[in-house]
């Protein structure tokens, strides 16, 4: 058993990650940033869902942006274009869950 809340990746140099769940239709990754931190815009390469676990994040997809806090959960949709910064002084984690794994779409 893994929990999401211990041993949370933060790096001092930027954005923190791990993998929770790397099976055939599913991948789970756990995102980890600092205040100022962000993800760079890139192509979602699955279907996607964002839960914020802890603090809040300002997501960008494609050209409209918004706010989550804890406990949001955020569809994005496959070949999107997104990207996500912590504008807060709060350290900020969330989960990113894809279905299927981009791994297997892409073999």
Known sequence: MLSV?????YQAD?????KLVDE????????????GQSVPRHNVNSNVHLL????????????GGQMLKQGDLLPVAFKSSMSIKNLR????TFLVIKAP???ETQK
């Open 52 to 63: 914020v676990l802890s603090g809040e994040v300002a997501v960008t997809i494609d050209n």
């Open 14 to 18: 930027g954005m923190g990650k791990r």
């Open 101 to 103: 794994n981009p791994g």
């Open 5 to 9: 809340l211990e041993g949370i990746p």
């Open 89 to 92: 002084e709060q350290e900020a």
């Open 24 to 35: 055939k239709h599913l991948l789970v990754m756990q995102i980890a940033l600092r205040a």
